[in-house]
């Protein structure tokens, strides 16, 4: 049926899925992977009388030859995946449409939502890989260090997941569901040397450590121009309807002022529209920012976390 | 229409159609049996027993349907260690999984009944 040789071990099997599955997205190819492996191997265990070659020979027909099982995940992904996303907005034809369309789109409040999280996130990680890091390392003359190292290290790898999750949900960038295996047959100690070549655990690490400084960005650009425009529009409307005074310095010139009950702006009355107007663009151009970050920072996330993994 | 006619790559897409549309029903009623926990080759190897090979498109697709079920919030699942293998991933059905396990057996039921019903008296 095939020309191609048929695999016969389970490393073997996983390749020859990986590479029909190529060009698929890095994060579904792990998914495949993950399931077949899992498959593969609780069929082995089942059947203890047999080979590994006759076991991959029967299972060619229940769970499908490698070609097979990707045809099938490529499938899948492109009916349910796309029925379980939130569905992409209309397309708006006029550029002003599309300007304030954006406040239509789910994806914009999201992305606002994860600019403003990114900050408590980012502390979090990046006191974890520090402090790990360097206690495990500083420590490793003495014969607790390499434990520690090596917990941190398995520690690093659950939090990228729950990173991928939050990031998927947020940013609507697809990402893995399931953790990496590592390769089985491998003694305690193999395993523990893969964890510190892997690529991925590097750019893991490169990646926590720079969500310090994105939340820090991401969070005071959120906070400041939701500030800006929020009291660009309500600033007019309290003048209006009476319930704050113009042309009042306070202390200097300010946008809004409260002292005891008493709201009062600087600005003079004749301007109040313009300001009105500004802040409301503002406002738009506000979620169209956090859109953009919020797509830039899945496409780092994916590659960081993900990318790496797949074509080491 | 000549039964000589029939054409096998027809039958074959139309098997696969019947099967995208029962097979989460499937799933759901084999994990609402269950009174434990199931994982992913467990779960496919009792479809294949009770099912009698009628489910039969390739096990492979099932993995996919489950993750669906879960991010739907029908099932609910954990990883645990196993004494033979990788870690494996266990699911279990969720109380909104059994009210949509009601919901969508009562819908099959209904439509089997009346397709039934239509194809009475054709010809086998």
């Known amino acids: ?312 | 229409m000549a039964s000589e006619a029939h054409d096998d790559t027809q039958l074959r897409k139309f098997q696969k159609e019947l099967s995208a549309g029962t097979v989460s029903l499937a799933l759901l009623a084999v994990l609402g049996r269950a009174g434990e926990p199931m994982y992913g080759y467990q779960i496919a190897k009792t479809l294949e027993r009770v099912g009698d090979g009628v489910l039969s498109g390739k096990q492979s697709a099932l993995y996919p349907v489950l993750r669906n079920l879960e991010a739907a919030g029908l099932l609910d699942s954990s990883v645990e260690p196993s004494d033979a293998g990788p870690p494996r991933r266990y699911y279990r059905i969720t109380a909104m999984g059994r009210v949509a396990l009601r919901e969508r057996a009562a819908a099959w039921r209904a439509t089997r009944d009346s397709v039934d019903a239509v194809l009475e008296g054709t010809c086998e």
């Open chain 1, 1 to 312: 049926m095939n020309s191609q040789r048929l695999p016969s071990t389970i490393p073997e099997y996983l390749e020859h899925l990986r590479r029909s599955l190529a060009g698929a997205d890095p994060a579904l190819i792990h998914d495949a992977l993950y399931d077949a492996e899992e498959y593969l191997r609780s069929e082995l265990a089942e059947n203890p009388g047999r080979s590994e070659a006759e076991v991959i020979a029967a299972v060619a027909s229940s769970y499908g030859a490698p070609e097979e099982v990707a045809d099938i995940y490529r499938d899948t992904e492109t009916t349910v995946q796309t029925a379980l996303r939130t569905p992409p907005p209309r397309e708006r034809r006029s550029v002003l449409a599309r300007f304030f369309g954006v406040f239509a789109d789910p994806r914009a409040y999201a992305s606002l939502f994860y600019m403003l999280l990114s900050l408590a996130t980012g502390v979090f990680y990046f006191c974890w890989v520090i402090t790990g890091f360097s206690i495990g390392l500083g420590l490793s003359i003495t014969i607790i260090g390499i434990p520690l190292l090596i917990l941190f290290f398995g520690s690093v790898r659950v939090l990228s997941l729950v990173e991928g999750r939050i990031v998927e949900v947020m940013l609507g960038e697809r990402m893995p569901r399931r953790p990496l295996y590592t390769v089985r047959g491998r003694s305690l100690w193999q395993r523990i040397g893969d964890m510190f070549t892997d690529p991925r655990t590097w750019s893991t690490l490169l990646y926590f450590v720079l969500m310090l400084p994105l939340g820090i960005v991401y969070f005071t650009l959120a906070v400041s121009l939701l500030a800006t425009s929020v009291s660009c529009i309500i600033t007019p409307l309290m003048v209006w309807t009476g319930m704050a005074t113009t042309n009042l310095q306070i202390n200097g010139w300010h946008m809004l002022h409260v002292d005891n009950g008493i709201a009062s702006t600087s600005l003079s009355g004749w301007s109040l529209p313009l300001v009105l107007v500004g802040g409301i663009l503002l406002l738009f151009a506000t979620m169209h920012i956090a859109r953009g970050i919020g797509r830039l920072h899945g496409l780092l996330a994916k590659h960081l976390l993900v990318k790496t993994a797949q074509y080491a």
